[in-house]
């Protein structure tokens, strides 16, 4: 099949924000993502109706909604519009002393006790996955990144995964599994890549080889159509982009604009190298897999491979080394503020971090954790 890449502005933004809805005594997940977000769409129908990307939608979990910027010219722009949608979400939940969860996993919630959404594609999923696919009770954050020819969205995309556990490490925020610390940053990552749609990216050595790959797909029943192909950094053709789907659900708005910009700025800056006629740095696989198992394990205190000889960094050292390179394009993308939160992450720690120290100045409670990401998430601390 022949796929079109619409041309998108170069380096202009999309950002996904997945949240959870809990009870605002217990910090416990609550099935009322849907009839939420039905209610702010009853005041703000545009909301709703905006083509064929509403800013609020349900997902696979009815305690989950998604919240969905338009096309963005900058950071600032995209988390302008998630923090209006979340006041409006606030409107609907306070009054019923509901509370808004932010974060990968929720730390002592049991996948056996969620409700899925009554759609026909996500009970396809759970039929075709079974185990793994009921346990998926994960958020995340996306980013899409313009891209204004065809001829980057491979490269890009190549390119990104070099970086891949830079992003992992800085969003990591789900080290709690049912009620349990599983030794891991990011227990969504692990869990989300068993789903067969789901992982790593392949390599496409040309736009050709990417095309073949979802006919293939899809002949031979894997997905349906293209979205269905959930890998961790993917083209959106239909978009005109390249999306980062891997970073786990992050707690405050302030972290969610940090990450869109470095993921920004990546885009751009490898873009400039696929104008310019430079390659970017394309990892072996198998490097790329061992990347993202380190960042998931160790988060920022990860070593990871930098190069296809071999050669290992550790990653606050290559992060600090790669704002700095960064810098100039932030200046120009006019997003120096919310890269500048990169470093805050670096130095007051990442979610999960967060979510430890909390577990153990409560001996372990993990409802002190979920109502401490519920306060960071409303005070955006």
């Excluded at 009870?23 to 703000?44: K, M, Y």
């Excluded at 302008?80 to 409006?88: N, R, Y």
């Excluded at 789903?195 to 979802?214: K, N, R, V």
Aim: proline share 4%; with cysteine; glycine share 8%.
């Amino acid at each position: 099949m022949e796929i079109s890449f619409a041309r998108s502005q170069q380096s202009t933004l999309g950002v996904e924000w997945e949240i959870a809805l809990v009870d605002g005594s217990t910090g416990d997940l609550v099935p009322r993502g849907r009839e939420t977000f039905e209610a702010v769409l009853d005041a703000h129908p545009d909301w709703g109706t905006d083509g064929d990307h509403p800013h609020l939608t349900g997902e696979f979990l009815l305690n989950t909604i998604e919240l969905v910027t338009g096309v963005c010219r900058d950071v600032a722009h995209s988390t302008e519009q998630l923090s209006t949608m979340m006041d409006e979400i606030r409107r609907v939940t306070d009054p019923q002393g509901l509370e808004v969860f932010a974060a990968g996993t929720h730390p002592f919630a049991r996948w056996q006790d969620q409700q899925v959404t009554d759609k026909q594609r996500y009970h396809k999923l759970v039929d075709r996955a079974q185990y793994w696919g009921r346990q998926m009770v994960i958020y995340g954050v996306h980013v899409h990144v313009g891209l204004d020819s065809r001829a980057k969205a491979l490269p890009v995309l190549d390119g990104l995964l070099t970086y891949y556990p830079h992003l992992l490490a800085l969003s990591a925020n789900s080290p709690f599994w049912a009620g349990e610390d599983t030794g891991y940053a990011s227990q969504r990552s692990m869990i989300f890549q068993q789903l067969s749609t789901a992982g790593l990216p392949y390599h496409f050595p040309s736009w050709t080889a990417y095309e073949q790959c979802i006919t293939d797909m899809i002949a031979t029943g894997i997905i349906e159509e293209m979205s269905e192909a959930r890998w961790d950094v993917r083209p959106v053709p239909r978009l005109g982009t390249d999306e980062v789907r891997f970073c786990d659900g992050l707690s405050t708005l302030w972290e969610v604009g940090a990450l869109t910009a470095l993921t920004q700025c990546l885009a751009e800056s490898l873009s400039r190298d696929v104008a310019a006629g430079r390659a970017p740095v394309r990892l072996k696989p198998w490097h790329i897999q061992e990347n993202k198992w380190r960042a998931a394990r160790y988060g920022l205190d990860a070593e990871v491979i930098t190069d296809p000889r071999n050669i290992e960094r550790d990653l606050r050292e290559d992060l600090s080394a790669l704002l700095d390179r960064l810098e100039p394009v932030a200046a120009e993308l006019g997003c120096s503020r919310e890269l500048a939160d990169v470093e805050r992450i670096m130095q007051e720690g990442a979610g999960y971090h967060r979510q430890r120290a909390v577990a153990r100045a409560h001996d372990g409670d993990l409802h002190a954790v979920a109502l401490d990401i519920v306060r960071r998430t409303r005070e955006n601390d």
